[in-house]
């Protein structure tokens, strides 16, 4: 199977092709290691960084930006999002609080992203 990708590591956004071979996976295309290996993992196992909102309770904004503390399986997003949309949290809350630890069991925390005050 051949599959191409558009390298996101760089600004140069190589165009890096990856071939399964009987001896391994051929990558071609990339201008830097970083580029393979980014090729190699989207390949075998895509991840990605997920942003959303969360509830809050009495604070003076409804929603809490929150943002995951590393990436997560591309195959888990709809999963992990069901699970973060249950969360309500209480204000006050501060940049980098966990809002939620080991979301859907992959070992990633979701973080607040910004500090929420409590209503006066």
Known sequence: MKKTYTCIVCPMSCRITVEEQ???????????????????????????????????????LRRLPVITDSPLP????EECLKEIYTVCVQAPV???????????????????????????
């Open 74 to 77: 591309k195959a888990k997003r």
């Open 94 to 120: 501060h940049y980098g609080d966990i809002v939620l630890e080991n979301v859907c069991g992959t070992g990633v925390d979701v973080l607040a992203s910004r500090s929420v005050q409590q209503k006066a």
């Open 22 to 60: 009987e001896e391994g996976m051929k990558v071609a295309g990339n201008g830097c290691g970083r580029g393979k290996e980014y090729a190699m993992n989207e390949h075998t196992l895509p991840k990605r960084t997920l942003t959303t909102t969360v509830k809050v309770e009495n604070g003076r």
